[in-house]
């Protein structure tokens, strides 16, 4: 394992960078390098989306965002780390057109022909995520819906135009000739930059990144450095150094792992790689339980479902990740890896305490195992500030199975924001396990409650509004799963219910 440059492709060429820190974000570069300005900074945290770039790859684990043999997905810039680049592709806003030499894209001619842009600070990044997903549609020739398309446009915020006219040129886009990517010479210069060995950055300025190829080596590589800080999507980690300015002296990568990004279903289970993006892992768990796709698309914007992972979000313990209890009422289990061992733990036992989870030294997560052979009733409920791209307040995965004598076998709830961790409520369990799932047997439930969890007032709401919000969120689970006329999703959410497409 040797130093080396950053390489990746950009611009027509690859480019070579070793004389940055191993925090640089891909804005900075951008702006501050590169001389690239089209690219903006807005909240550096990767909310607004004004500095939204498309990232290519060969193609590894899901290949849905595949055009050409290249995998192209959106990524928030100010939150992702310059060497996590090494052997893909990068597009900014002044690679889709326009200049001198060359004309608009649909994408650019549509938001100006609609007025999509008013100030235009915001327009860049815009463009980007409606060029991404231009690229997917021109390439299966077909053309999203208006809601497909603002769920694309989830992660970016505009302030002036109110989103109409931007919709409005997402549709008319596809209405001029066709301007697909050449992705040949794209795919060409990345197979060139392919390689198995691991990527170390050790820059004069200080810092280190390794990012091993294989899982044995990210294995080792953990065993000998157990002080080292793993890196993934780098949408939490991003976030220390931008605003606490924490320094990071040591990073181990798992983005370049391809057998981490890999979600199959095999020996009964759902297999979720622990470097399989947070969008993967979604799709994969909407497709099989359908109650799941309002939090799946709930879940951040795009860009940031696209770069961060599940195993991430799990791993990081924070007590409002939304992952945590839809899997706790999966059922879900840790393939946890140490050297060459391997063990399994429920994932309902992996939390200890605040940010604190049972991994031991040199250990890492390899995947999340979610059964699939199950009779359990499943869904998901979050409650934020605001509906889409907002952190939870309470979020709830609840898992009922009912035999048929109308008596409850098997009881599963998962709760975010009601502790220090996200924790099963196993009072709560115990007290509708082997009675008939009726309306007393609810208000029971509903009591128990407050004998668990003990809630913190804070910004996003009081202890006591938490503890009601998780109660009126079980009695609404019974209303949609009581064997007497249970309610569809119509009759309890003043939300249509959303279908999602294709990216």
């Not at 995520?129 to 497909?148: D, F, I, M, N």
């Not at 320094?247 to 009964?268: I, Q």
């Not at 869904?379 to 952190?391: H, L, M, N, T, V």
């Not at 007032?457 to 799963?481: H, I, P």
Request: charged share 25%; net charge neutral; proline share 5%.
């Amino acid at each position: 394992m040797s130093n080396r440059p950053i390489r990746f492709y950009f611009r027509g060429a690859v480019v070579e960078v070793d004389d940055v820190a191993t925090t640089r974000t891909v804005l900075d570069w951008l702006r501050e390098d590169a001389r690239c300005t089209g690219t903006k900074e807005g909240c550096n945290e990767g909310d607004c989306g004004a500095c939204t770039v498309v990232v290519g790859e060969l193609p590894a684990g899901d290949g849905r965002e595949v055009v050409g043999g290249l995998k192209l997905t959106t990524a928030n810039a100010c939150i992702q780390y310059l060497p996590m680049l090494d052997g893909k592709a990068l597009f900014t806003v002044e690679d889709v057109g326009g200049g001198v030499e060359r004309p608009l894209h649909p994408v650019q001619r549509a938001m100006v022909d609609c007025h999509g842009s008013q100030c235009g600070f915001c327009t860049p990044g815009f463009v980007m995520s409606l060029w991404a997903t231009y690229q997917h549609h021109v390439a299966r020739g077909a053309r999203p819906s208006r809601q497909a398309l603002a769920d694309a446009l989830s992660g970016n915020l505009c302030r002036c135009t109110g989103y109409r006219p931007i919709l409005d040129a997402g549709e008319r886009m596809f209405d001029a000739p066709a301007a697909a990517l050449d992705t040949g010479p794209v795919v060409a210069a990345l197979e060139g930059l392919r390689s198995e060995e691991t990527f170390r950055y050790a820059p004069a300025c200080g810092g280190e990144l390794v990012a091993p190829r294989t899982l044995e080596a990210l294995a080792a590589e953990r065993l000998a450095r157990p002080d080292a800080r793993l890196l993934a999507g780098c949408t939490d980690i991003g976030l220390w150094t931008n605003k606490q300015l924490r320094d990071l002296p040591a990073l181990l990568y798992v983005g370049a792992v391809d057998a981490l990004k890999r979600v199959e279903a095999r020996d009964g289970v759902l297999s979720i790689g622990a470097g399989a993006s947070l969008e993967a892992a979604w799709r994969a768990l909407a497709a099989r339980w359908p109650a799941l796709t309002e939090v799946w698309l709930r879940f951040a914007g795009v860009p940031v479902r696209n770069a961060g992972t599940m195993g991430g979000n799990v791993a990081n313990g924070s007590p409002i990740g939304d992952s945590a209890p839809v899997l706790m009422a999966l059922d879900a289990d840790l393939v946890l890896r140490r050297g060459d061992r391997v063990r399994r733990l429920p994932l309902a036992d992996f939390y200890t305490g605040y940010m604190q989870n049972r991994l031991e030294p040199g250990e890492l997560l390899q995947a999340i195992e979610v059964p699939l052979e199950s009779a359990a009733q499943v869904r998901a409920y979050k409650i934020s500030k605001r509906f889409d791209c907002d952190i939870s307040a309470v979020c709830a995965g609840l898992a009922i199975e009912i035999g048929d004598d109308g008596r409850v076998r098997a009881a599963r709830f998962g709760l975010g924001g009601l502790a220090a961790v996200v924790k099963r409520a196993y009072a709560t369990e115990a007290a509708v396990v082997g009675r008939p799932w009726d309306e007393a047997t609810l208000l029971s439930a509903q009591q128990a409650f407050a004998g668990e969890f003990a809630p913190l007032t804070d910004v996003r709401g009081s202890a006591a509004w938490r503890l009601q919000v998780a109660r009126n969120l079980l009695r609404r689970f019974w209303l949609e799963t009581r064997p007497d006329a249970p309610l569809g999703a119509a009759d309890v959410s003043v939300w249509a219910a959303r279908e999602p497409e294709a990216p």
